[in-house]
């Protein structure tokens, strides 16, 4: 077992890396964040570690939340597989496939009732958006008692600011954040 987390109960959760995806983030590019999520589930999936791949969808819209807002939200312009995961994340059939309707991917879902099943005690966390659905997820991780590791350039905010804040300020408060190269180099390979 190396010093960051122990494979065989770790997990590797990747949220919204998804056909709908925009092209507006920072500090990193959507093409970043894939490329570096798509080697952290390579690794993963060479140790025999669990894969998470979170993707939010829905038939009619009407099982998304719709609270009122100060201000309207932006526009959806959702396209034909906008909910389909993307192919570099290479998904095989070990893979968890985790759909949600919110920005966490615990609430609603089966994702705590897997993790516990194969005895998984740390989660790695990326995806987009950092502020959104990869904070959320990192809250309701952390209620859960789970360990937490990001893949800190293996996510990306819709600002730059946004995504600083939370790494900077939530994170160290509820896990250990580290790179992509980090990570793959504490499972060996």
């Known amino acids: 077992m190396n010093s960051l987390f122990n494979p065989a109960t770790a997990a590797l959760v990747v949220i919204d890396l998804q056909q709908w995806l ?4 920072a500090p990193y590019t959507s093409q970043q964040v894939v490329a570096n999520a798509a080697s ?9 570690s669990f ?41 095989t059939e070990s893979d ?16 705590d009732l897997q993790l516990r099943r194969r005895g998984i005690d740390t989660i790695v966390l ?8 990869v904070d959320t997820t990192s809250r ?16 990306t ?3 730059e600011a946004e995504h600083n804040h939370v790494r900077d300020y ?3 408060r509820i896990g250990r954040t580290r790179t992509t190269k980090e990570i793959v180099d504490s499972m060996g390979l």
């Open 126 to 133: 990326c995806g987009i958006a950092t502020g959104l659905g």
């Open 40 to 48: 952290l589930a390579q690794a993963f999936r060479q140790q025999e």
């Open 22 to 25: 925009g092209n507006q983030y």
């Open 96 to 111: 968890h496939i985790v759909t949600k309707k919110q920005w966490g991917a615990f609430y609603g879902t089966d994702l």
């Open 170 to 172: 939530i994170f160290p």
């Open 140 to 155: 309701e991780a952390f209620m859960h008692g789970y360990n937490l590791i990001f893949a800190e350039d293996a996510m």
């Open 51 to 91: 894969v998470v791949l979170v993707h939010v969808s829905s038939k009619d819209m009407m099982d998304l939340p719709r609270p009122t807002l100060d201000q309207s939200p932006p526009p959806m312009n959702l396209s034909a597989g906008w909910d389909e995961l993307l192919p570099e994340l290479g998904v």
């Open 157 to 159: 905010g819709f600002s």
